[in-house]
């Protein structure tokens, strides 16, 4: 097999020699300071860096040319992003699961965690549960099943969410992370009115990929490799990729995800809307603490840097899997967007689950209610971000992209941000809360560079403060 960007084939966009070769060639120069001091110029471009490029950055031991590279990052994410981090929930729909995955309690041989399926009334009340919350963009997370969760279940799921309008609430944007499927469900998707349609690789190391997946149709290492390019090709041009650190080593995932990046660059013009970095955790029935490959804060940092700096344009995420420790860490270095209050339950949100009926995916580390996650934002200096304009003004795929490129964004996702964060302050925000937030919109007013834009901005928030008028976006 020969690596060919290009291909069809995962075994030629992902191509294990080209991904040995790489890593080799990263471990001859991981000391060479000339080479890292050009790779930093040239990424200080912000066009980016080839997976090779990146990954001698990644491998690098030098403490004076890491620091530069972490700075490099920060500066990067501040001219891409601003200080905008984008809020989000995650709803686990369903945890029935026909796949022996090894590291997902969701497992089919995993007879002791409760499996549950929200009604689309349970749905309902979920939604309105994360709508007082002050959400507006939701993740819907599955198992794979093809008697429980079918596709016309989960149309059903997107229209009831995007259905209910309870009191000021409203879910702007449904994205959805469930298994590798058809060219035409990734349209009936697309026709839905999904946002990102996100599927995680777990492992870019096919030996690995088939023993972690033993059963189930997650087994076709080529299926679920290809499932972005059949996405693309149904009309979805915004698709989150990732995989699971924890499962192989680091560097050989690091690679495989930046070349599947390049790959979706290379056949549809149009890269990853977002790339997630979640770590193995301890679930029911899983122990962490059996898998070899386990990373420490340390390399998740340089990891986070070395993505931001190697495909600048691409929102990057972190979940509540992390304290709130490591997220402040690397909100600096390149994350854009966080959930926050998250349950990885199926429901969960609108009551407790009882003690007995437990179907957390993962351990959530970070418990903070989404209020205090705003506050927290605010108290950095963050303008937390519960815009949805783009992708509901058609800003998706390489519309969206060629903003972000010519870092453009921040003449529109700046102003934009502004305005849901009022109305969360409005309705949702705790006294505390609100009281950091009135000074961050004060203040952030006057960074909108287009006085035009700054004008009708004040002119909005007027409205949403004196008329309870909602939804401005530009």
Request: proline letters at 3%; glycine letters at 6%.
């Amino acid at each position: 097999m020969m690596y060919d960007v290009n291909s069809k084939n995962p075994e030629e966009f992902i191509n294990h020699e080209e991904i040995l070769d790489t890593l080799a060639y990263a471990d001859e120069n991981k000391n060479n300071t000339a080479l890292i001091e050009s790779l930093i110029e040239k990424a200080a471009l912000r066009k980016g860096l080839s997976h090779r490029e990146a990954s001698v950055l990644l491998a690098c031991e030098d403490d004076a040319m890491n620091q530069k590279i972490f700075r490099l990052a920060e500066q990067i994410k501040k001219d891409f992003y601003g200080n905008r981090i984008v809020l989000f929930a995650p709803l686990y729909l369903s945890n029935y699961c026909i796949n022996g995955c090894t590291y997902c309690p969701y497992h089919m041989k995993n007879k002791h965690i409760a499996r549950k399926k929200l009604t689309q009334e349970e749905i309902k009340r979920e939604v309105i549960a994360l709508q007082d919350m002050g959400h507006k963009r939701l993740a819907l997370e599955a198992g794979e099943d093809p008697v429980h969760n079918t596709m016309d279940y989960y149309l059903d799921c997107i229209n009831t969410i995007y259905s209910i309008k309870h009191k000021n609430g409203a879910i702007r944007r449904v994205n959805i992370n469930i298994a590798a499927t058809t060219v035409d469900n990734y349209r009936l998707l697309k026709e839905a009115g999904i946002g990102t349609y996100i599927l995680f690789q777990e492992t870019y190391h096919k030996e690995s990929y088939l023993t972690l997946h033993p059963t189930g149709p997650k087994h076709d290492y080529d299926y679920h490799t290809t499932a972005m390019d059949r996405a693309m090709e149904g009309g979805i041009d915004d698709v989150g990729v990732g995989v699971l650190f924890g499962l192989d080593k680091y560097r050989y995932e690091f690679a495989g995800l930046l070349m599947h990046a390049e790959h979706l660059e290379a056949a549809f013009g149009v890269g990853p809307h977002t790339i997630s970095v979640p770590r193995l955790r301890n679930a029911d029935d899983i122990d962490a603490s059996s898998f070899s490959n386990g990373i420490d804060d340390d390399t998740f940092a340089k990891i986070v840097a070395c993505i931001r700096i190697a495909v600048p344009y691409t929102g990057m995420i972190i979940s509540t899997r992390e304290s709130q420790k490591t997220r402040e860490r690397v909100l600096h270095l390149g994350i854009s967007q966080i959930s926050g209050g998250s349950k990885t339950s199926v429901g969960g949100y609108c009551e407790p689950e009882p003690e007995d009926e437990k179907s957390e995916q993962f351990d959530v580390i970070d418990n903070r209610t989404l209020d205090e996650v705003v506050r927290w934002l605010m108290e950095m200096d963050y303008l937390p971000s519960f815009c949805t304009a783009c992708y509901r003004e058609g800003r998706t795929g390489d519309r969206f992209m060629s903003l972000c490129k010519s870092e453009q964004i921040q003449n529109g996702s700046h102003p934009n941000a502004l305005l849901p964060v009022e109305e969360f302050l409005m309705v949702y925000a705790s006294p505390a809360t609100k009281a950091i937030g009135d000074k961050l919109i004060d203040r952030e007013v006057l960074n909108v560079p287009n006085e035009k834009a700054r004008a009708v901005v004040l002119e909005n928030l007027k409205l949403i403060r004196e008329n309870n008028r909602r939804d401005f976006r530009f």
